[in-house]
């Protein structure tokens, strides 16, 4: 703003003129800076001057003891610092003074008096009183005197901010010798106004400051800056919507910032400098009487945020929506491609359509035709209806279109059975060629095996033969070292000693009184074996009452003999061998006083006969069970046991009077050779050997006894010594167990005799006599064991 002020010559720089900092401590450079920038400040007065001709002159002519001081001081200045450079010392500016002390000017009463001139343009004078003529500071043509025309378009403004219409220094005059004397009073020229008197006001105002991140701390905002914030904007659109006039957007920042910003201030401050001039726009600037043009602006950029923002939005509907055009051209694509097969099938089913109505037509033309004679047609009753025909001619045309469907579609499925059946008939191909040469190889693998097993019975068979059909094994109970009178020197041999004299025995095999049930069995497995393979077997276990015949033959449950353990045995054989389906039967009886009685039957005591059926003795009605599992051994054995007669005597209460006879059939069948064979293993329990003197049996005791004596006899000096001395009649029908026992005990059958003896001395003569029975049948020679096999149901046997 303008402001009035006077410039005298006492307003020169010096020390107490530089401000308060510059008082104490200034150092020379300092100074030196200061004392540049006031020569600058000449310069630039004396600058300006060039630049504007006609204000020099003035100038002069106003002012020659102004000029006088200024050049005065300028050489003060040069000298000093002329001096300064001379000595080179770092004198501060005092000492300077004191060497060369600056002369005091009087003050001189030379003032003059500036006022600023608002034009209603917004542009602002300075303009000054010469010799009565009113002058200002034009930016071009420099001094020139005030234009009469401009007192009516525009304001002067003195320093108390006071507005008139005429000039008002000479009025303020009064007050700029107070602010002369002033220490706050100062000069600055500003271009294009001249020189203006400053004044540092104490005011607390509100300032904007903003944040030097670099510095870290609160600086002022410059103006220029300021006037972007939008709480200014505001308060400027504010002052300038009230005042048209003002057309200065930094000049309104600034009284705002005077005004701590309250835009009313600045309103009434600006009305009650400039008066009502400000209501309305200057010329030429109509643009700004449009009060809403700031606000418009601001609406305008708020509009553009938004349209920018809408923008976006737009370009994502836009991308999205080709994105989705593109989907949407895919799907196209697809249809296209499904609607150009449908397309032919439409078309050709058009011509179909055109040919039923040709045809339709054509019946329709006949029909026509016949309808004259429709008459004759009628009484002849074949008249069709119009509607019947034409009805009969779309079902006939859905028919011919379902026909060539169907037709096509069992083309399709024509050709892929086709296609699959080439595709299989490869490995199917290959599947036959490989079942054919199954087949031979099975064939093949079925004469090897046929061969393989015929081979095995011949090598077991020889290797029985070569061991002997009759084997005789002896078994001994009881031992004491004081009362024995048997010594076992090795596995073959028993010696038997009494009243000094020693007999030596020799068997396939002598079990002490320590060996198991297990062992024992182990003697004779071997010959099971046979009775699978289509041999008759006897195994018998002879010895005096009491010597162990039942425990060696049946055993306990717990701890079975000889004939369990075979059941087993041959149980275990058949089901090794699943290429044979074996039937495994049992029947069991007893003889007793020379008669056969059926352990299994439900009528007990009913004797049985024995028959001879060619090379083969049958027992008549004997019951028979088949065993196929041990479960079914342990039963049946326990059911032939409970019948089993017992009768005591004086030397064993338990001891059986009767032989006891176990019989196993095995019948075979081959199920690759169909090769049949049937095998007999004879297991039998006879009855106690002993004397009849000993037993002291009388009545039926006595019958059993002879009974048993007859049977045994027979079994030893009639069947053993007939086979030994190659009789050509054996005996065997001499006592019913001899009889019963023929097939297991003629030349094609394979024989075991456990001879059971007491170790005790008393019983010395009963086993010498079972003994002596032993080494008898030892030295038979039975022939060559005979395979009783059936081939292709035709029995063979070579007896
Ligand atoms: N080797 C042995 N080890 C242990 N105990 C045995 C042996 N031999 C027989 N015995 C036992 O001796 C007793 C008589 O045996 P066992 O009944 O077998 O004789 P036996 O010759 O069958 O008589 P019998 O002719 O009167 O039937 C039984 O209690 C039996 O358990």
């Not at 080709?322 to 032919?344: A, F, G, Y």
Request: glycine share 6%; charged share 25%; hydrophobic share 35%.
């Amino acid at each position: 703003m303008g402001s009035a002020a006077s410039v005298s010559e006492t307003t020169v720089p010096d020390s107490s003129n530089m401000g308060s900092s510059n008082q104490q401590g200034t150092t020379d450079e300092e100074i030196e800076e200061m004392l540049k920038s006031t020569l600058n400040t000449n310069n630039e007065t004396q600058d300006v001057n060039l630049k504007t001709p006609e204000r020099k002159p003035k100038k002069r002519r106003q002012a020659p003891e102004e000029d006088k001081a200024i050049e005065t001081i300028e050489q003060l200045l040069k000298d000093t610092l002329n001096t300064k450079k001379q000595t080179q010392d770092e004198h501060s500016f005092a000492e300077v003074q004191e060497t060369y002390p600056i002369p005091v000017i009087e003050p001189v009463e030379v003032s003059m008096a500036f006022d600023t001139f608002l034009h209603v343009d917004g542009s602002l004078y300075t303009c000054f009183t010469e010799n009565g003529i009113m002058m200002y500071f034009n930016d071009t043509k420099g001094i020139v005197p005030f234009p009469e025309d401009w007192y009516s378009q525009g304001r002067f403004i003195n320093g108390n901010n006071e507005v008139s219409s005429k000039p008002l220094s000479s009025e303020s005059k009064q007050m700029i010798p107070s602010l002369v004397e002033d220490e706050r009073t100062g000069g600055l020229y500003i271009p294009g106004r001249g020189m203006v008197m400053t004044y540092m006001f104490e005011d607390r105002v509100n300032i904007c400051k903003y944040f030097h991140s670099d510095s870290g701390t609160w600086l002022v905002l410059p103006l220029q800056w300021e006037m972007n914030i939008d709480f200014i904007k505001r308060r400027v659109w504010q002052v300038k919507e009230a005042l048209p006039g003002l057309v200065d957007y930094k000049e309104i920042t600034a009284a705002l910032r005077q005004c701590k910003y309250d835009a009313d201030a600045v309103i009434s401050i600006f009305l009650s400098i400039f008066g009502d001039s400000l209501l309305k726009a200057p010329e030429g600037m109509e643009n700004f009487r449009d009060t809403n043009y700031f606000r418009d602006y601001l609406q305008k950029e708020q509009a553009i945020e938004d349209l920018k923002q809408q923008l976006k939005m737009k370009c994502n509907e836009v991308e999205n929506l080709l994105l989705r055009n593109k989907c949407l051209q895919k799907v196209n694509d697809h249809m296209s491609e499904m609607i150009h097969p449908l397309t032919q099938r439409l078309a050709e089913l058009e011509i179909d359509q055109e040919e039923s109505h040709a045809k339709i037509k054509a019946m329709y033309n006949q029909r026509h035709k016949t309808l004259h004679g429709k008459v004759i047609i009628k009484k002849a009753g074949s008249f069709i209806e119009p509607e019947i025909l034409l009805e009969v001619s779309k079902i006939t045309r859905a028919l011919n279109i379902s026909n060539k469907e169907l037709s096509s579609t069992l083309k399709i499925r024509f050709s892929e059975m086709e296609f699959l059946m080439k595709r299989l008939l490869n490995p199917v191909f290959k599947l036959m060629e490989a079942a054919l040469s199954s087949a031979q190889e099975l064939e093949d693998m079925r004469s090897l095996y046929k061969k393989e097993a015929l081979a095995r019975k011949v090598l077991y068979n020889r290797l029985q033969e070569m061991c002997g059909n009759v084997r005789v094994f002896c078994r001994c109970k009881g031992y004491s070292p004081t009362t024995s009178c048997i010594i076992l020197p090795s596995d073959e041999e028993l010696v038997l000693m009494y009243k000094g004299s020693k007999k030596k025995f020799a068997f396939d095999k002598v079990y002490s009184p320590r060996s198991t049930q297990e062992e024992v069995f182990e003697g004779i497995r071997p010959i099971i074996a046979s009775c699978v393979d289509g041999y008759n077997i006897c195994i018998l276990a002879y010895g005096q009452t009491g010597s162990g015949k039942t425990y060696t033959m049946m055993g306990s449950e717990d701890n079975p003999g000889v004939s369990i353990r075979s059941i087993r045995e041959l149980l275990h054989l058949c089901n090794e061998r699943p290429m044979i389906t074996y039937k495994l039967k049992i029947s069991m009886l007893e003889i007793y006083n020379e008669k056969l009685y059926d352990l299994f039957s439900k009528i007990p005591k009913s004797s049985l006969e024995i028959r001879n059926q060619g090379k083969t003795v049958v027992v008549t009605d004997l019951t028979e069970f088949e065993i196929k599992t041990e479960e079914d051994i342990k039963s049946i054995t326990r059911l032939g046991e409970k019948n089993r007669r017992v009768a005591s005597t004086k030397m064993n209460i338990s001891s059986s009077r009767s032989h006891l006879v176990l019989i196993l059939r095995v019948d075979g069948t081959d199920k690759v050779s169909g090769v049949k064979s049937h095998g007999t293993l004879t297991l039998c329990d006879l009855a106690g050997s002993e004397r009849i003197s000993r037993t002291e049996a009388l009545g039926q005791r006595l019958v059993e006894a002879a009974a048993i004596n007859t049977s045994l006899t027979s079994l030893s000096q009639v069947v053993f010594k007939a086979i030994k001395g190659n009789a050509l009649h054996v005996p065997f029908r001499n006592s019913k167990l001899t009889h019963l026992l023929q097939p297991g005990l003629s030349g094609d059958a394979k024989a075991c005799v456990f001879l059971n003896i007491s170790l005790d001395v008393p019983n010395y003569e009963e086993t010498i006599t079972t003994l002596q029975f032993g080494s008898s049948v030892r030295q038979v020679a039975l022939g060559k064991a005979t395979q009783h096999v059936t081939h292709n149901t035709e029995v063979k046997s070579d007896n």
